[in-house]
């Protein structure tokens, strides 16, 4: 497809998906002009599929900038969501599919490798944060958000980069621009222990107080799949009673 | 506390004295003011929310929601199972309109593999989206009666609810939770003789619709306790994320269904090719939140009404492999759930589940501004506020 792609500062991530349709997309190419402009270097990567969607990638000191200058300079006026992500590939292993699991075995928390998609997909080899990863990423934590400007009809999803597990995973808050960031700022921080600088109340939202742990990191081991493996795609588990370890697990089952 | 009305003291105590007694609301007493706890189990509450208000006599001076009585974390289930595995589980987060919570996420898949449902489905699939949000705003138009201590407009609304959860299982098996959508199109086509049911079960709602307006939107007492009360302007609104009938009530014209951000207007769905109007109300009170909805129900009906006269024939599922593998890539697809915006962030690796699902519902957000709205009312209006703004808690705690 043609030049739609074609404006991100690094040739890396800015393949061109294999769904586009739309050739040109003015209204998403002008914003990332924009936002090229006024960030200069804080704006690490950027993925553009025409007619659908705008990721950017700014520097970890630029997070809470960026969202000031799209609310009171780009009229972003909706605060859509805030979340984080863990890019290390699970190391209780993809339970569900041994080919791609292999394929991430032996790779860094920085996987960059050419990871051989399963499907038909057209992206090819994506450096950065992990396969699959619109505008890239250099570290395990990444803050992600997105904010809709209703003059416009368009939004934009903002990363940034966070830091490695023996960093201090701060990033600042975006509680100033967009109050709503409030809520989804402390699910963040207890899910994936980031911390906002400058929250007005950085404290547990869902978990008890003495809670330990962060569930979302992807380290942190969702028991009742350790215990008991899910079926998966095709039932390839021993009925009830068929397998010797089974039995006990089928008599609990039937009781339940 | 403050006497300035006698009156309207007598019956806000009377009220907050009922509510005590049949919804466990527990009062303590502190140095500084009083702590007022709400909750877990209350009936305005939808579920288990627990409000912690801060009173300086009747007037609420910090409200502070706990949650996570019901948090199931989805987020981090999703990501052991396969895409078709997950459908069932977005079912149960707002468990008034199931079938809408499927879509968003069905739709993001799509996009991400590339394929697209045969017309067929994506119309019968906007079909459906329209019946759950009839079936989810029915309940809140009775709903909101009882809040207010009239309870018989929630009788009417369960009855009348029934006739779309009626047609709801007849054509997909299940009255709450469809799993009807599927990656490239539905599960099933419509059963025979549907059509016209459905037609008749819209009769009722639209007479429902109208005794709602008889009932509810003129009676003086509602106007007394929703006018003016709650009033969240469109900027604030929008900055905490508000979406949905919540932001329209505050005058913003925004309609995911014709503004779509994300692939432009209709992208899997059939709105654009519907006449249909976005309601608002410039007031941006409770009242205009009840009235805003009550038209959505009335519009709702208008559309299904078109679209049933409209579903073209052909296949009802695209080709797509027996085992679903969603290539590498991150989408970000939301639709207009009753609720307001419910989207899903999905970031694939190219395997049979997901890396990452980011949820994102409509009633956390919605929730999110009850500090904000609660400060300076008084307590008898926290209860209309939290009714008015409408959420589900499986839609908050996930």
Redesign the interface.
């Known amino acids: 497809m043609p030049s739609a792609d074609t404006e991100s500062p690094e040739a890396g991530a800015g393949t061109t998906d294999a769904g586009e349709e739309a050739a040109v997309d003015e209204g998403r190419s002008a914003l990332l002009e924009a936002l090229t402009t006024e960030l200069g270097d804080a704006l690490l990567d950027s993925h553009l599929i025409a007619g659908k969607d705008l990721w950017i990638r700014v520097g970890t000191e630029a997070w809470a900038s960026t969202a000031d200058y799209l609310r009171n300079r780009q009229r972003f006026r909706f605060f859509d969501f805030l979340s984080a992500i863990d890019w290390m590939p699970s190391p209780y292993g993809r339970s569900l599919d041994a080919a791609v699991d292999n394929i991430l075995e032996g790779k860094s928390l920085v996987g960059d490798g050419e990871a051989e998609d399963g499907g038909d997909s057209a992206a090819g080899a994506v450096s950065g944060a992990g396969a699959g990863a619109y505008a890239g990423g250099e570290t395990r934590f990444q803050v992600f958000a997105r904010v809709y400007s209703l003059t416009t009809k368009l939004g934009v999803t903002i990363k940034a980069d966070v830091g490695n597990l023996g960093d201090p995973l701060q990033v600042g808050t975006w509680t100033g621009t967009y109050p709503g960031a409030d809520w989804h700022e402390r699910e963040a921080y207890e899910m994936f222990g980031i911390t906002f600088v400058g929250h007005p109340g950085l404290r547990k939202l869902y978990l008890p107080g003495d809670f330990e742990g962060h569930p979302m990191r992807k380290d942190f081991p969702l028991l009742a799949r350790l215990i008991k493996p899910w079926p998966g795609i095709v039932d390839v588990e021993p009925m009830p009673g068929a397998a010797d370890e089974g039995g006990g697990d089928a008599a609990a089952e039937g009781d339940a | 506390m403050t006497a300035t009305q006698p009156n309207v003291d007598r019956r806000q105590l009377s009220y907050i004295a009922a509510q005590a007694a049949d919804a466990r609301v527990n009062v303590e007493l502190e140095a500084e003011g009083m702590t007022l706890n709400i909750g877990p189990q209350h009936p305005a509450t939808h579920g288990t929310l627990r409000l912690v208000v801060r009173l300086d006599g009747e007037q609420v001076i910090e409200a502070d929601p706990i ?2 009585y019901m ?1 199931r ?1 989805y ?3 999703v ?4 895409y078709p595995q997950i459908n069932t589980l977005v079912n149960r987060i707002d468990w008034l309109g199931s079938f809408a919570n499927e879509v968003p996420f069905i739709l993001a898949c799509e ?4 394929i697209e449902a045969p017309p067929r489905a994506q119309w019968i699939r906007t079909l459906f989206f329209e019946l759950s949000r009839i079936a989810n705003l029915t309940l809140f138009l009775g709903d909101m009666g009882v809040q207010l201590g009239a309870v018989t407009p929630v009788f009417y609304a369960f009855r009348d609810r029934e006739h779309i959860l009626n047609q709801i299982e007849s054509a997909t098996g299940g009255r709450f939770h469809p799993n009807f959508d599927r990656i490239g199109g539905l599960k099933d086509d419509l059963p025979a003789g549907w059509v016209d049911e459905t037609r008749r079960a819209l009769g009722q709602i639209r007479k429902f619709c109208d005794v709602m307006e008889d009932l509810i939107v003129g009676n003086e007492i509602f106007e007394a306790r929703t006018r003016g009360i709650g009033v969240i302007p469109a ?2 609104a ?6 949905g009938a919540n932001v329209r009530a505050s005058g ?1 014209d ?1 309609d995911l269904r014709r ?1 779509n ?4 207007p209709g992208a899997g769905l059939v709105y654009d090719k519907l006449d249909w109007k976005v309601w608002t109300h410039p007031d941006g009170d409770s009242f205009a939140r009840y009235w805003v909805r009550l038209q959505e129900v009335r519009e709702a009906c208008h559309m299904v009404d078109q679209l049933l006269d409209s579903i073209p024939a052909g296949p009802i599922m695209a080709k797509v492999p027996r ?1 679903i ?8 697809v ?1 639709t207009e759930n009753p609720l307001g ?1 419910m ?1 899903y ?1 999905v ?7 997901p ?2 699902v ?1 949820i ?1 519902s409509a009633s ?2 919605n929730m ?2 009850t500090p ?1 709205v609660l400060k300076g009312t008084y307590v008898p209006d926290v209860i209309t506020i939290l009714a008015s703004l409408y959420f589900i808690l499986g839609d908050i ?1 996930r």
């Open positions: 949650m996570g948090h974390g987020e981090k289930l990501e052991v199972r396969t996009q991400l593999m590339g900027d604030v929008l900055s905490y994320g508000l979406s913003v925004w503004d951000p994300v692939g432009g085992i593998k969603v290539p590498e890539g991150e989408a970000y939301a915006e989207g962030y970031v694939s690796q190219g395997g049979l589940e890396f990452r980011k994102r956390f957000s999110s501004i904000w705690d």
